[in-house]
């Protein structure tokens, strides 16, 4: 589907036009580090970049500051969303470096500061296509949840697991098309799924981890022992632990189990209720810690548009509350969820403290992505990329490189 080019943003309830500010000053919410909260603290932000975070018994705002009164409110490290096919009516696919940024821009309602467009199982020219369009999205002007790459969702996926990709975009390893690939994106690939079990599978894995890219395992129906051989050419991550994978069988361990067990890789997870059983999401965070899994949403085009009737590439998809299905209502084909509350269902699921949730929405997957040195926390000499909370985890601020991106009215 897709809006035109001339898509009015005022369209987009309570996104406004950013503000930009020298000096911000962030005050009176609980402020999130990775190692502490600090229930009345205070982030000091200037040019883009911050400057002190901690308790409001330490410090004060600098002259010339805009205040950001955040009583009653959570601040948290910005969201970083490693899969997302789509937002606001906009897909990665297919709307091109427009719609791209507009989904980008969208999904600054749910306190997302940067993200991963995320293809599927396609002909390779609609893959490049949406790798030059990503390209060309990182030019734009208007603020947006930043780009930091592309996951490459296959094509090189086990058909038997594919999930709601479509069969014909699905194929077996070919090094050719890699090279294209890798030249068209000059170093933006940041994580490609594939299937350990096909044919040329590890070494493609070898030859990605030599780029620096994240082979992430996914859409796989792999025995323990190969998803063990490609933790061994590289792997180090799982794509959307538990679903489109083969699973935690008592007498046969498959991906999952392999997941779950092995301290040398992570994993996506999809918290919305729907994908993952809450008491799942509870076994794997109990497993994994917040150094082993990272919050992603999957989400397609249809985030944010409310319940009703979308197209998702070839595909008709319903979307009923936060269950998004082809048209036989049975099979899940992404999700609607918003990274707001896959942290809200995180602390709801499972045992892990305000501190780790946020960790799993930003840390993880800024290391994942490989800006953990400027991203993903609270601390001195970051980027200002910050989600301001209310009570019931609804969006109030959502701060981009110290610009104010999205204010919630009312
Ligand atoms: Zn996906």
């Known amino acids: 589907m897709g809006v035109s080019d001339s898509f009015d943003w005022q369209q987009i309830p309570n996104l406004k036009i950013e503000k930009t500010f020298m000096r911000l000053a962030i005050i009176n919410g609980e402020v999130v580090t990775p190692d502490k909260l600090f229930p009345s603290g205070i982030v000091l932000i200037e040019d883009g970049q911050i400057q002190f975070v901690g308790s409001a018994t330490e410090a004060e705002p600098l002259s010339n500051s805009h205040i950001i009164d955040a009583t009653g409110q959570l601040v948290l490290p910005g969201f970083i969303d490693t899969h997302v096919h789509g937002s606001g009516g906009d897909d990665v696919m297919t709307d091109g470096a427009a719609g791209i940024r507009r989904a980008g821009r969208n999904m600054l309602r749910y306190g997302t500061t940067a993200w991963l467009p995320t293809t599927i199982a396609a002909r390779h020219e609609e893959i490049l296509f949406a790798i030059a369009e990503t390209r060309r999205a990182e030019s734009g002007s208007e603020p947006m949840a930043q780009l930091l790459g592309l996951h490459l969702e296959g094509p090189y996926l086990n058909l038997k697991f594919k999930g709601a990709q479509p069969d014909e975009g699905i194929r077996d390893p070919n090094f050719d098309e890699l090279e294209e690939l890798l030249q068209l994106a000059e170093g933006r690939i940041k994580i490609m799924t594939l299937a350990p079990e096909l044919p040329g599978s590890l070494d493609m894995i070898r030859r990605l981890t030599a780029n620096g890219i994240v082979a992430s395992l996914g859409h796989s ?190």
């Not at 022992?225 to 061994?232: P, Q």
């Open 221 to 410: 129906e792999c025995d323990y022992d190969t998803a063990l051989a490609a933790i061994d050419a590289g792997a180090t991550y799982a794509t959307h632990l538990f679903n489109a994978m083969s699973g935690a069988h008592h007498r046969k361990p498959g991906l999952a189990a392999c997941c779950l067990n092995e301290p040398g890789i992570c994993a996506e997870i999809i918290l919305d209720g729907v994908h993952v059983h809450p008491q799942m999401a509870r076994l794997a965070a109990r497993n994994k810690g917040r150094e082993g899994l990272a919050l992603i949403t999957d989400a397609t085009t249809a985030q944010g548009c409310g319940d009703g009737i979308y197209q998702l590439g070839k595909f008709q998809v319903q979307v009923q509350g936060a269950l998004c299905t082809l048209m036989d209502g049975v099979t899940i084909a992404g999700s609607v969820l918003t990274m707001n509350h896959a942290v809200k269902n995180a602390l709801a699921f499972t045992e892990m403290s305000l501190v780790d949730v946020a960790y799993m929405a930003a840390m993880m997957p800024a290391k994942r992505c490989g800006v953990a040195d400027r991203k993903g926390s609270l601390e001195v000499g970051k980027d200002a990329d910050i989600a301001i909370l209310k009570a019931d985890y609804s969006v109030a601020t959502t701060i981009v490189g110290g610009v104010v991106a999205y204010e919630k009215q009312g």
